[in-house]
């Protein structure tokens, strides 16, 4: 897309790509998910005790979650 020869992809884009709504998209899905992000920066979302931002598919109440400003929490069995 914005490009007429892709170098290394099947679909390679030429400039930022995004979601039409605010938190509504998945990328990918629990069946069928990438391999390898590859990133400069990533950004999430806050996160709760529950539900932390960072999490594994099969304990989705262990992880990381942002608790405040400058704070990272460790979160196991949705317990801080």
Known sequence: IGTATPSTFVLQVAGNTGPNADNASDLGSSGT?????????????????????????????????FSGANNLSLVTGGTE
């Open 33 to 65: 998910r990438w391999r390898n992000v590859y990133s400069v920066r990533t950004y999430a979302g806050q996160g709760s005790e529950a539900a932390p931002a960072f999490s594994q598919s099969a304990d989705t109440d262990t992880g990381l979650w």
